[in-house]
């Protein structure tokens, strides 16, 4: 493990762009339906067991959190979505904010879409490809909830949502991985290493 995403730490949130932070350095966003376990993911990754903190409550999804690891380098935790109870006029408005976002932040390298292992490729997962598709975004699917499914069957959820995901481009992604039993995590902070220009870095 990278020892540099220890020192993630919360710094802004932001409702709308022209809140968010100046559109300089490296950032990488996270993203996932409600119940993906994108919160525990990034916890994961920066070994915090409280930076990323999930809500119960829908309206606080819809703001956009950075967090930065250094001067130069933030994780975005994108709104997350799926609440069956908020209202289709609310749903669009977090499309209007993720869409916002994804196209137009100049500093974002990559996209970290987390969809459970037993539910992947869901609409929303396929929207998300679809504008990073548009735009030529890098993305690295983690098949979250690994400890989930046994070793046969997640390799082959693994291999056919790999599969798929070259069909759309040649830079996108996907592994399985587990926070629960810490599974997963080198090779999720290579990709990230990777975007953030971390070439130097001590995680393999």
Not at 22 to 46: H, Q, Y
Not at 97 to 103: C, M
């Amino acid at each position: 493990m990278n020892p540099l995403y220890r020192r993630t730490a919360f710094l802004t949130s932001a409702a709308k762009l022209s809140q968010t932070p100046p559109d300089r350095g490296f950032e990488v966003a996270f993203a996932g339906r409600s119940n993906a376990g994108k919160s525990s993911a990034i916890n994961t990754l920066c070994d915090q067991k409280h930076l990323a903190r999930t809500s119960k409550t829908p309206g606080r999804t819809r703001l956009l959190n950075f967090f930065a690891i250094d001067d130069e380098r933030r994780i975005v935790d994108l709104p997350g979505y799926g609440y069956a109870k908020v209202s289709e006029g609310i749903k669009r408005e977090w499309q209007g904010t993720l869409a916002a976002y994804l196209e137009n932040r100049e500093c974002l390298r990559g996209l970290m879409l987390m969809m459970d292992i037993r539910h992947p490729l869901k609409d929303f997962d396929r929207q998300m490809l679809h504008w990073a598709e548009q735009i030529s975004l890098p993305v690295h699917v983690l098949l979250t909830k690994g400890d989930k499914l046994k070793k046969g069957p997640a390799k082959s959820t693994l291999l056919k949502v790999g599969s798929e995901l070259q069909k759309m481009h040649e830079q996108f992604s996907a592994q399985t991985f587990s926070s629960l039993k810490k599974s997963g995590i080198d090779e999720a902070q290579a990709v990230l290493d990777r975007w953030f220009g971390l070439h130097g870095s001590t995680s393999k």
